[in-house]
T-cell receptor
Framework: DGGITQSPKYLFRKEGQNVTLSCEQNLNHDAMYWYRQDPGQGLRLIYY???????QKGDIAEGYSVSREKKESFPLTVTSAQKNPTAFYLC???????????????FGQGTRLTVV | SQQGEEDPQALSIQEGENATMNCSYK?????LQWYRQNSGRGLVHLILIRSNEREKHSGRLRVTLDTSKKSSSLLITASRAADTASYFCAPNLSGGYNKLIFGAGTRLAVHP
């Protein structure tokens, strides 16, 4: 089955630790995204990548880092510099066929990160 | 910002009623997409309307787009309890094809 998979579903982090959230897709999509969602709120863009070995900051990139070494994978690291990391994190991917303008995004099921 | 702003923030209706959600945006777009999110889950794509289209249907969903007013609406007809979810619009900026921004969404509650 083609799809986008996030792991783990739940993650607990101690203060001062870095943690890495996994996002893998087998849809052959070029573009991938990370969003943060706080309770009752919308999605805020953290980072996005349009192609392998390239990524751009979104609106709330501080305290986060990403890599895009493979087309299928776009891991997100929540660093100790992120002071309030407890949130629901969503990964998405999107085809860039042609201009990529008229394609839909596919989302993973999310990772709920809690600082303990 | 290129993101869409949904209105109302929350909507509560009875089963069988219609639900209308609105989205406004500020810049020129290629298309506008609507997504649905069930509580604690990822978003699911509902419908995409291109900038040269004025109306589009998919089952019980009807989307309109008015580029002169920079606004879109999503109508869900004959709503069901299973339609309870948050709904988000995502304007796709002209020239910024791969930057996907969402607003705060409309939380819809459909009561049996």
């Amino acid at each position: 089955d083609g799809g986008i998979t996030q792991s783990p579903k739940y993650l607990f982090r101690k203060e001062g630790q870095n943690v890495t959230l996994s996002c893998e897709q087998n849809l052959n999509h070029d573009a991938m995204y990370w969003y943060r969602q706080d309770p009752g709120q919308g999605l805020r863009l953290i980072y996005y990548s349009q192609i392998v070995n390239d990524f751009q900051k979104g609106d709330i990139a501080e305290g986060y880092s990403v890599s895009r070494e493979k087309k299928e994978s776009f891991p997100l690291t929540v660093t100790s510099a992120q002071k309030n990391p407890t949130a629901f994190y969503l990964c998405a991917s999107k085809s860039s066929l042609g201009t990529g303008a008229n394609t839909e995004a596919f989302f993973g099921q999310g990772t709920r990160l809690t600082v303990v | 910002s290129q993101q869409g702003e949904e209105d109302p923030q929350a909507l509560s209706i009875q089963e069988g009623e219609n639900a209308t959600m609105n989205c406004s945006y500020k810049t020129s777009i290629n298309n506008l997409q609507w997504y649905r999110q069930n509580s604690g889950r990822g978003l699911v794509h509902l419908i995409l309307i291109r900038s040269n289209e004025r109306e589009k249907h998919s089952g019980r969903l009807r989307v309109t787009l008015d580029t002169s007013k920079k606004s879109s609406s999503l109508l869900i007809t004959a709503s069901r309890a299973a339609d309870t979810a948050s709904y988000f619009c995502a304007p796709n900026l002209s020239g910024g094809y791969n930057k996907l921004i969402f607003g705060a969404g409309t939380r819809l509650a459909v009561h049996p």
